[in-house]
């Protein structure tokens, strides 16, 4: 169990995916995310395993879950800033947490 002071240190906040691009050095199919947090955050970016249910089409302006307050982590020759939030399928697939209507980019989530 967890206290809320413990989950209050996790930073959820909302951003909108603005760019999708391919990204062939990563080990695992993934894609390379340039994700709007808003003011406060500004422009982060992220790789995400995201390629087998998810077109970019499918993900350009989309609204997303992130963690950003994780240090950034090197995947391959690309720092991820920020943890795009999803569920994790039996077979490994991500389906993107959702966020039921447009918030504000860098809205906490509570």
Known sequence: ???WEDFEKVELRAGTI???RDFPKARKPAYQLII???PEIGIRQSSAQLTRLYTKEDLLNKQVVCVTNFAPRQV???I???LVTGFILED???VLTAIERP???G???A
């Open 36 to 38: 709007n947090l808003g």
């Open 107 to 109: 809205t906490l989530l």
């Open 18 to 20: 603005l760019e999708v």
């Open 92 to 94: 490994g697939e991500v």
């Open 80 to 82: 991820s800033e920020v």
């Open 1 to 3: 169990m967890i206290t």
């Open 103 to 105: 918030v504000p980019n």
């Open 76 to 78: 391959a020759n690309f």
